[in-house]
Each structure stands twice: as structure tokens, then as C-alpha cells.
């Protein structure tokens, strides 16, 4: 059984990325914002896998966090909720957002998603409030896959131990310090941390 991958994004076809690891490509499921999140030939991703066999079919489903890939699972627990709707459900709403309209009954945010309707959004709410009443579920990175750097840069990592230290998640600080270096290039440290910082400036999510 498949239950994590570590490789290079080598092509991508919504919502499919194909993970190069060690010469095999292995075709992902992801959300929309892991996707969006994982150019091609970026570094190495980290990837939480669920692997899901029906009718002789074989499906690989990849998420930023254990925490991610765990509720993807429970979504497919519900009667009638396939992988396919399930990763619907996490793109458009993400971990933490789900799991916080589950507890509180709030039907809205299901019916907002494709292919959901009323009745389907109320059955969810009935079905999953109860399994994610348990303190156990956290707020859930989302955000991105974990990119991995072969040969440690002491300059990125001494920024990313600076925006860590600002609060920010560890995936999180990373991925936008990636994105920032491929923008500004090979400048001083403080101009990687100011793009870096003006990324993540938007709505701040609780815990790292």
C-alpha cells in the first residue's frame, strides 16, 4: 500500500500531478490548491497518499498533511460520497473550513459545492458532525505539498526559520519562499522575506 510519496512534479492535467520518484511516475488526485500550489520542476514534493481500488481501478489521491488525507478518508466513510465529490468538497472548502461547517451544522458551504445539492448537503452534516466532534481534529494545513530542497540552501533556510518564527507553518513559509526567489531571483536575503511576507499576508490561518 501507497501511503506516501516524495518526488518532482513532472507534468500536471487538472486535478492529476505526475510525480517523478526515482524514475516512475505515479499519477495524484489533488485539490485544487495543492495543485495550483505544485509548478512542474519546482523541487521535490512530499505527498500524504490515499490509495483507492474500486471495480479493479486504481486511484491515488495526494494531500499536503496527514491531518488533509485523513479527512478525505472520512468523506469517503459517508453513504454515497465518492473520491471524486470528496476531493470536490476539499477544494472547495479545504480541511478546516469542512470540518468546522460539519460541527456547526452549517449546510451552506456543502450546497456551494458542485454537485451537492440540499439533500446531499444535509446527509453530510448528519453523517460527519459526530465524527469530527473529537478534539483530535485540528486545523488542517491545506496550503500545499512540502517541498523538499536536495542540497539545503543556509540562506533559505535561515528565512524560512525567520517566517516560522513570525507564526507562519513550516510548509507554508517554504512554499512561499520558493515562489518568491523564482520572482525577485538571486537577490539579499531581506528581498526574499519581503515577497515571502507579502504572500502571506492574506487571512491567517490558527496553529503552525
Known amino acids: 500500500m501507497i501511503g506516501w510519496l516524495q518526488g518532482r512534479v513532472r507534468g500536471r ?3 492529476v500531478l505526475t510525480i517523478d520518484t526515482g524514475g516512475v511516475g505515479y499519477e495524484v488526485h489533488v485539490p485544487d490548491g495543492l495543485y495550483d500550489s505544485c509548478a512542474r520542476d519546482q523541487g521535490e514534493v512530499e505527498l500524504h497518499i490515499h490509495a483507492h481500488f474500486k471495480n479493479e481501478n486504481f486511484q491515488l489521491f495526494g494531500f499536503a498533511s496527514a491531518e488533509e488525507k485523513r479527512v478525505f478518508s472520512t ?12 476531493l470536490a468538497l476539499l477544494s472547495h472548502l479545504g480541511g478546516s473550513a469542512l ?3 460539519a460541527r456547526s451544522e452549517n449546510t451552506e ?9 440540499a439533500k446531499t ?3 453530510l452534516v448528519l453523517e460527519l458532525k459526530d ?3 473529537d478534539e483530535v481534529w485540528t486545523e ?5 505539498a512540502g517541498i523538499v530542497d536536495a542540497r539545503p540552501n543556509e540562506a533559505e533556510e535561515d528565512a524560512i526559520s525567520v517566517l516560522v518564527n513570525l507564526g507562519y507553518r513550516t510548509g507554508e513559509a517554504r512554499k512561499a519562499l520558493a515562489a518568491s526567489r523564482a520572482e525577485v531571483g538571486e537577490q ?3 528581498e526574499w522575506l519581503r515577497s515571502a511576507l507579502q504572500r502571506l499576508a492574506g487571512p491567517r490561518r490558527g496553529g503552525r
Open 121 to 123: 448537503a444535509k446527509r
Open 99 to 101: 470540518i468546522r461547517a
Open 131 to 133: 465524527r469530527f466532534k
Open 188 to 190: 539579499e536575503i531581506s
Open 109 to 117: 458551504p456543502f450546497v456551494a459545492v458542485p454537485g451537492v445539492g
Open 140 to 144: 488542517v494545513d491545506e496550503s500545499a
Open 75 to 86: 468523506l469517503l466513510g459517508v453513504s454515497g460520497i465518492g473520491p471524486r465529490l470528496g
Open 13 to 15: 492535467c487538472r486535478p
